[in-house]
């Protein structure tokens, strides 16, 4: 199965992930320095078909920004709920995200991007009621999905006990009152920080598996964070607490 993906970073870090890139279509007359940069990339290591083409070619491929470069490159299987209980024993002191009911593309986009910046382990996304992984997606990413590995499960809460019989603390993302300060919660051993949905946030039997609720202090005029920008805020926080330690 193939797919489309759009944007001049995301298909430079598919290519440098070793993605199979069968097709690039490139803007031709293109005075774009990143745009030409790429083309020698692609020239150099031999892309099976490169083809110049129009921008309105390109408007007709891709409805969206797509910076004058679109590829088709081979679906990546996302891997299953199997595998993380055969993984999540491997793990040493992981830190896991957890992506539970993302329904707009770009925002799932951007917390993979934040996930890859901060070096998570894996992530964890749910199969049903979430936004799929879109050449939007791709876009948004930035190229961060080659470097991810991707969990898709239909069972959220079960997965959640999978990796809590592994060691793995669960760290849910809520305003509820009784959740903890993210400054003043420790995140340096076995983590997996888990984020709801933009609207309604974590579902109640996900909510209720977690081992305990934190939340990120704001103004008392204000009481949410887009959930792309909250994802940043507490990966990075885990990562300035292990950094510390280490």
Same mark, same amino acid.
């Given at each position: ?20 890139? =069968? ?7 293109? @005075? ?25 070619? $390109?408007?007709?491929?891709?409805a ?13 299987? $996302? ?6 209980? @055969? ?24 917390? $993979? ?38 969990y ?9 006990? *999978? ?18 300060? *993210? ?18 946030g974590?579902?109640? $039997? ?14 008392? =005029? ?16 885990a990562?300035?607490?292990?950094s510390?330690?280490?």
């Open positions: 199965m193939r797919r489309i993906i759009f944007g001049i970073h995301a298909v430079e870090q598919a290519f440098k992930a070793g993605e199979a890139v =069968d097709k690039v279509w490139l803007q031709k007359d293109s @005075n774009n320095k990143r745009l030409q940069k790429l083309k020698q990339l692609l020239d150099r290591h031999h892309v099976i078909s490169v083809e110049s083409v129009s921008t309105a070619h $390109l408007d007709q491929m891709c969206e920004k797509h910076q004058g470069v679109v590829a088709e490159i081979a679906q990546a299987a $996302l891997k299953t709920e199997r595998q993380l209980k @055969n993984d999540v024993n491997d793990w040493q002191v992981p830190l896991i995200l957890v992506l539970d009911g993302l329904e707009d593309p770009r925002n799932l986009g951007a917390c $993979l991007r934040s996930a890859a910046a901060a070096g998570v382990t894996a992530v964890i996304i749910s199969k049903n009621q979430s936004a799929p992984i879109t050449a939007t997606t791709h876009k948004t990413a930035a190229g961060a999905i080659a470097h991810l590995d991707i898709q499960v239909s069972n959220m809460a079960r997965a959640l006990e *999978i990796i809590k019989a592994a060691g793995v603390w669960v760290y849910g993302t809520d305003c509820d009152t009784g959740s903890t300060s *993210i400054y003043q919660q420790s995140l340096t051993g076995s983590v997996a920080l888990v984020m709801g949905n933009e609207g309604t974590l579902r109640h $039997l996900v909510k209720q598996t977690c081992d305990h609720l934190v939340h990120i202090p704001m103004s008392a =005029d204000w009481d949410s964070l887009n959930v792309a920008v909250a994802t940043g805020v507490v990966l990075f926080e990562v300035r607490q292990r510390q330690k280490s």
